[in-house]
């Protein structure tokens, strides 16, 4: 039987697999080999893993001299990778070493807090404005009396549940006047914003999971300056300059290549940002003042993600009242084990633990540009209107 078309609005989350992928998946004994065999098998792996790796510094505008690129399973690991591959190295040279993120950074940035400070280093997450920005000269009072020896800063690109865009020029302008190592956490950015090839070469290291834009799960990069040493957190057979040993997952890897170039063909940040506006004034209208929507006074959001607070409505229960309804949205402030807990993201903003319990993120597709395709708005605005009578 076949199951009702759902709405998915959960584009941050993941997206689906792109079609060019679906195409590779279906091509029976498809580059099997292992990428370090020396077999016929193998080098066709190696020389599909070098064409990505070529296309991703010329997709991302980076220099093969200057960076290195190495593959991963996703953020979560290429970001772990870089925070505690730097900080190993600074032990491992009896250096000292300090960290800092912004508060509403990911959980895989903001987790590293324990390890670091288990290694007798600093840590601080930097509170952000209601608008989701980072009080720049406070930072820049902090960062100009720390003498550490590696300063090292996380910068998100873009946020996950709020859409707001941290814009890489400022991160330049931090960076030029201060000795600091920036890492971007770039997941956000394909299909979301215009610029998302737009790499600042000045910055030291960028991660992006595969998933997010269509690419196999379990697959991932990084960019980091070639000059930088890492202290691996994997050992083993020393692939990847040793920077990530173990054999590399060529589907995943190839994936990437297919969905980002997709992407290039496809995607029209002007549709749909200008899509997401109307969808946007419509919910406003339709909810008055019964919530609103996080971050709208920041001008600096991206095209796809709409965060919407309703006033004294549990996320939990809104989730699910959508779900029931066969809209897929994200409740920003469920944990793993689906217990309620305030969005860590609100809190850092300024909102308080009811109103950070009550935030529901719609994230839309790279390619959405008509609020009425696939019944979404007067969907959406049923169930909008049932949860607020
Ligand atoms: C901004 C950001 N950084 C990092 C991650 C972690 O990515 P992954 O779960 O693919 O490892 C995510 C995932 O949602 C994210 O949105």
């Given at each position: 039987m076949n199951s009702p078309k759902r709405i998915y609005l959960d584009f941050n989350a993941t997206a689906p697999v792109a079609p060019p992928v679906m195409e590779i998946l279906?091509?029976?004994?498809?580059?099997?080999?292992?990428?370090?065999?020396?077999?016929a098998l193998g080098k066709k792996a190696r020389r599909l893993v070098n064409e990505v790796r070529e296309f991703l510094f010329d997709c991302f505008g980076l220099s093969e001299e200057k960076f290195n690129l190495f593959f991963h399973s996703g953020a979560t690991e290429g970001i772990n990778t870089i925070i505690k591959g730097l900080a190993l190295q600074c032990l491992k040279e009896q250096k000292s070493f300090s960290f800092y993120c912004l508060e509403s950074d990911h959980s895989c940035v903001n987790n590293q807090q324990e390890f670091i400070e288990l290694l007798g280093f600093s840590f601080k997450a930097l509170p952000v404005s209601?608008?989701?920005?980072?009080?720049v000269e406070a930072f820049e009072k902090i960062i100009s009396t720390d003498s550490s020896d590696q300063k090292v800063l996380n910068w998100?690109?873009?946020?996950?549940?709020?859409?707001?865009v941290n814009s890489l020029k400022q991160v330049c302008e931090i960076k030029k006047r201060f000795d600091l190592f920036v890492h971007v956490?770039?997941?956000?950015a394909p299909g979301k914003i215009e610029e998302w090839r737009v790499l600042a070469p000045e910055l030291d290291s960028y991660t992006f999971s595969g998933h997010k834009f269509?690419?196999?799960?379990g697959s991932g990069f990084s960019f980091i300056k070639e000059n930088i040493l890492l202290l691996p957190l994997l050992n083993g057979g020393g692939q990847q300059l040793g920077i990530r040993s173990g054999t590399e997952n060529t589907w995943g890897i190839f994936s990437i290549k297919e969905a980002l170039n997709y992407l290039i063909l496809n995607y029209n940040f002007s549709e749909q940002s200008k899509a997401k506006s109307i969808l946007e004034n419509k919910i406003i209208e339709l909810i008055g003042n019964r919530g609103e929507i996080i971050g709208i006074a920041n001008p600096s959001r991206n095209g796809n993600t709409i965060d919407l607070l309703l006033y004294g409505i549990k996320a939990h229960t809104s989730a699910m009242v959508f779900d029931m309804d066969g809209i897929d949205l994200s409740n920003?402030?469920?944990?793993s084990s689906g217990a309620v807990i305030a969005s860590r993201v609100l809190l850092s903003m300024g909102y308080d633990e009811d109103q950070a319990k009550s935030a529901l993120r719609i994230s839309l597709s790279p390619y959405f540009s008509n609020v009425e395709e696939q019944g979404l708005w007067p969907n959406l605005k049923k169930v909008l209107e049932r949860l607020l009578s």
């Open positions: 279906k091509q029976e004994g498809w580059a099997y080999g292992n990428p370090s065999s020396v077999h209601r608008n989701g920005e980072l009080d998100t690109w873009v946020n996950n549940e709020t859409g707001v956490d770039g997941v956000q269509g690419a196999l799960k920003g402030s469920a944990c």
